[in-house]
């Protein structure tokens, strides 16, 4: 696990930790939110190395779990799952996913999800934004030094995306900008 840290503020009125799952690289990233400023805490990625796949969850699991020891994060915002065309990749990404979540929720933390549609909507305005846009967009947001590995940036926009949208009324992305189409928001 390797990671960035910043001086954390005792005041801080919430602090969200954002997961971006993957069965390879797990992206974490843990802010601030003070009235309306966000501030960034930490950040990094999971790498899990080749092997069976229950070790490979097993580090996600312990590896999220030393996270939320170390930040103390109050809320998780972690990205939903989209079906892709190869059905046993999406369900590989679902078990990573669902050790991501087991860790929350062995820390008793609330767990946010959103599509990657709702995430890129919240931070670059725009959710069909690349990978770069999204990494341009969390290092202005949080006033960053560097750019974020594209992992640890999918992770603070999920972040960012609950900051703005999701704390007090969970859901209140879906109905912004989306159209329902087929059962999906686009």
């Known amino acids: 696990m390797k990671a960035a840290h910043s001086d954390l503020s005792p005041q801080s009125s919430v602090r969200i930790l954002g997961i971006d799952p993957g069965l390879r690289i797990t992206g974490f990233g843990v802010i601030d939110k003070e009235g309306q400023q966000l501030h960034y805490v930490a950040s990094g990625c999971i790498k899990t190395p080749d092997g069976e796949l229950p070790a490979r ?109 999701g704390l007090g009324n969970l859901g209140a992305l879906a109905g912004k900008s989306f159209k329902v189409r087929g059962g999906r928001m686009v």
């Open 57 to 165: 969850l097993r580090v996600i699991l312990d590896s999220l779990a030393e996270v939320i020891a170390m930040h103390k994060p109050q809320l998780a915002a972690i990205e939903k799952v989209f079906v892709n065309v190869n059905p046993q990749s999406t369900l590989l990404l679902g078990q990573a996913r669902g050790a991501a979540i087991c860790a929350a929720v062995l820390a008793d933390l609330p767990v946010a999800e959103y599509t990657a549609l709702q995430v890129k909507q919240a931070v670059v305005g725009n959710g069909h934004a690349d990978k770069e846009q999204v990494q341009s967009m969390v290092t202005r947001l949080l006033k960053l030094s560097g750019t974020p590995s594209p992992d640890a940036a999918d992770a603070l926009a999920c972040a960012i995306c609950h900051a703005h949208g």
